[in-house]
């Protein structure tokens, strides 16, 4: 399991020479709210975290609107984009993260339809924290990590802005136009403040590096050819140590349903590709709500309290097949039956945090609260009112305690507990006909309780040079949807169904950081264990089911930035993963995990430069290495052909605001995408978008 390979060793060399390196230490500290619930800085925190700042954020959506594809750009652990509206197999060191806005989670672990990472514009966040490894601290369905989008502020004064941009590619300018605008409106009056906006986008189509039209995924969902709204709003008001915020986002985009999916051969290397025509049924969709309402007051009885309230609508519709699906047909409906399922979510939930530092005026801090939870999801046939998965009403209980020690100068140890107790409750429900005729299935309640732990330490070696280790784990249920509608025996229950039991995730990271005004670099070590861990396996009819094994994955993170002058930065980011799973249930991990589970290897290069006050680019390279899959023979079941992409960008400032002008896949590279190589179907064997020109002007008055 522990292995070094390939730039590893470079890595490790490169590190060593550091010190040697003498530069003055000018940093300055960042805070970040993700890692424990509350604001503490980056040196006291025990884990490998990656903050996407407001800059870098802005200088990725110049060059594609895809969070995906942002995340990919600047985390090398996190999967490459799918490029669609679905993000399924995109994971984060081998496991799945926690979406959420502002806390609010937007993941939907009891029916996992991936599309969490589609819900909310990205030109209304601000930044992104995002959290490596299992966690527990935010609850449910952090096996991977959190990925916390945190939302635009309001200005202290009134401000307005106003975003348009564009894109295309040149084998097709009117049908590969994309447009997207946004406007925003801020103030202050008194104690009160506000931040309003809206975003709208209209996508086009979007072509390979040889000119040839990528295929539209009329099911799972597509960006291209689609339409997006954002409306946002967040106000707040202050009175003594105290604030009460509320934040209400709703995000909806939806397939325009002019293009129909056109098989390739996977085997024989030919892509997927679209033709115009009319789609049956509704276009695939997201349409998402999210209403945080949170209260502070920084003196509570000598205390910090928080208190958030939030709420979360989720539907995503997929699209129906041109063809009708096997798995939909029901003799009750007559023959040839065309469907198209829709994932829904309602969440309601509270997290209670105090925080109290000091305690007994000794160099212990403490947070502690609660987390309440309640998800009610189901997933219906929209054309025909069947259900395909039942609902699902799910309840959590999660009070925790977090303590840190800092009583030892440059040292600081952390420590935590969390207890889960939960509650699952399914109520008889009868398979789909194709499941063996359809199975009926006992409901019941089954409940289940967790003690999850955490430690681990920070030391500040030097002004420059840190240490860290740490151990969590994270709680989270298995994907209750797809386990309950793949029932295809008889006599099962609900309350003794084997496989609907938590997954437990063990993490361990271990880290050294370099910083000084000119470096800044930081390699860590990772493994992440599950006993009655959670795989996504392709069945031949194109859908997945969810497979409960033991899995284990490991891996090596480094990235390092380096202002070689006052204008030049030099960024590389690696990272490499292995993961294995128990094919043959004996207790020992004997097999590869696939490309839908784990990310490929990868390195990503880039170059930023300042030409002057008003000019700056950078450039960018991303190179994802081959990977062979194998079986516990050691037969080689999967091959991932890597390939290097190149973005070239630059910022002007001009006309009284910024003129952003972007090249995606500079050297209009060919390639099929990590997923589609991984997960071969002709009918999504999709290649990667070729060279498209981007240009936007923002401007704030």
Known sequence: MYRFVRPASLLLTCGALLPSLGFADN????VIVSASRTERPLSTIPN????INAAELQQQLSIQDDLSTVLGNLIPGFSPSRQKMTNAGETLRGRKPLYMIDGVPQSNPLRDGGREGNTIDPVMVERVEVLHGANAIHGLGAAGGVINLITKKPAAKLEQSVRFSTGFQTEDVGESADFGMSYSLSNRVDNADVIASISLRDMGVAYDGKGQLIGA????????????????????????????????????IENKKNWVSVAGNAAAGIPSSAVKGEIVGEGASNKVTAISLNYTNDDFFGQKLRIQGFRQDFAATYGAEALPQETFQDPAYGPDLIDQSQNNSEKNGIKLTLVKNDIANLPVNLVYGVDLLQDKTWQELIQTGRAWVPPSEYENVAPYVQAEFTGIDKLTLTSGVRYEKSKLTVNDFTTLVSYEGGQFVEGGSPEFS????????????????????NYAEAFSMPDVGRVLRGIDEPNQSVESFLDLKPVLTESTDFGVEFKTGDISAQLSYYTSDSNFG????????????????????????????????DVDLFGLRYAEATGRYDSNKDGRVDADLGGTNISPDRVNLSWD?????????????NYLFDREVRNSSGVVTNRFNGYTTLDLSANIAAFDGNISLAVQNLTDEYYFTYYS????????????VGRSINLGYQRKF
Do not use: C, H
Not at 454 to 465: E, F, L, M
Not at 609 to 621: F, V
Not at 677 to 688: K, L
């Open 450 to 469: 967790e003690t999850l732990y955490n430690y681990g330490g920070t030391y500040q070696i030097t002004s420059a040079w840190r240490v860290f280790a």
């Open 217 to 252: 995924d009329n099911t799972q969902g597509d960006t291209m050819d689609s339409q997006s709204v954002n409306g946002f709003v967040k106000t707040g008001y202050d009175w003594d140590d105290q604030r009460i915020e509320l934040m209400v986002n709703r995000y909806e």
């Open 27 to 30: 940093a300055v500290e960042e």
């Open 609 to 621: 430069r300042t030409w002057s006050s008003r000019i700056d680019t950078r450039l960018q390279a």
């Open 677 to 688: 190589q991984s997960s071969p179907n002709n009918i999504r064997n999709f290649t990667g």
């Open 534 to 565: 959670e795989r996504l396996q392709l069945n031949a009819d194109g859908i997945y089911t969810v497979q409960r094994e033991k899995t284990a994955i490991d891996g090596l993170e480094f990235s390092a930035s380096w202002a070689v002058t």
């Open 48 to 51: 490998t975290v990656t903050v």
